[in-house]
């Protein structure tokens, strides 16, 4: 069973720290995805990658950077957290075909203050 | 550009009673087809998917959802909603192209009334 795992569940910071998002895939996937969800407004994509170095700017970009140095990880990093930032983060992965569904991980609610 | 439309943001069955949700894409060619489940605190879940052959397809907890092409609908249903079923759920289209993106619906919000 593929496993997406994001490192922290709940994450607490303060405006202005560097925050970093950590998500781990075991399934070999090629793709990799980072979106953020709000009440409301349903998932909207930050970034994404379909190979180790490679990333491709989603819907919302601004404000985040990622990094992905490794296939099975690819982590989302807030440059200098804001507020408007509290959010739920979702990572998911996916297979070489865009016929596959996206494997979620449990997310991570970070609050920023 | 392909786009999901889930009309209803909210809606509340009784326990027992039938369910469906909609979901209307746009898209140019057959789509990928995808509805996905996230229970209160958790990432999402696959319940089902379609793209090719029977446009009636089974997924997991005793969901289906139907392919209309002339439509252009995949709604969900389920003959009997159990408490565990409220949730969020998101219909979402895909395509071929491997670094292709989907796109997902606004989600609907299931009630489920005792």
């Known amino acids: 069973d593929v496993k997406v795992t994001q490192s922290s569940r709940y994450l607490v910071k303060r405006t202005g720290e560097k925050v970093f998002l950590e998500c781990v895939q075991d399934?070999?996937?090629?793709?990799m995805f980072w979106y953020r969800q709000d009440p409301g407004l349903g998932l909207r994509l930050i970034y994404f990658?379909?190979?180790?170095?490679?990333?491709e700017k989603g819907d919302i970009p601004e404000g985040y950077s990622v990094s992905r140095e490794k296939k099975e990880r690819f982590s989302l990093i807030l440059e200098s957290a804001s507020t408007n930032q509290t959010s739920m983060y979702l990572c998911a992965s996916r297979g070489r075909q865009g016929s596959q569904p996206q494997h979620f991980g449990d997310g991570t609610r970070l609050s920023i203050l | 550009a392909q786009s999901v439309t889930q009309p209803d943001i909210h809606i509340t069955v009784s326990e027992g009673a039938s369910l469906e949700l909609r979901c209307n894409y746009s898209y140019g060619a057959t789509p990928y087809l995808f509805w996905y489940v996230q229970s209160p605190g958790q990432g999402l879940q696959l319940l089902l998917k379609y793209f090719s052959g029977d446009t009636l397809v089974q997924g997991i907890k005793g969901f289906e959802a139907e392919f209309k092409r002339s439509q252009s609908s995949f709604n969900l249903r389920k003959p009997s909603v159990h408490w565990s079923d409220a949730a969020e759920y998101f219909c979402?289209?895909?395509?071929?192209?491997?670094?292709?993106?989907?796109?997902f619906g606004r989600g609907t919000s299931l009630i489920v009334h005792p």
């Open positions: 399934m070999d996937h090629e793709n």
């Open positions: 990658s379909y190979d180790v170095k490679m990333k």
């Open positions: 979402a289209v895909g395509a071929g192209g491997g670094s292709y993106i989907p796109t």
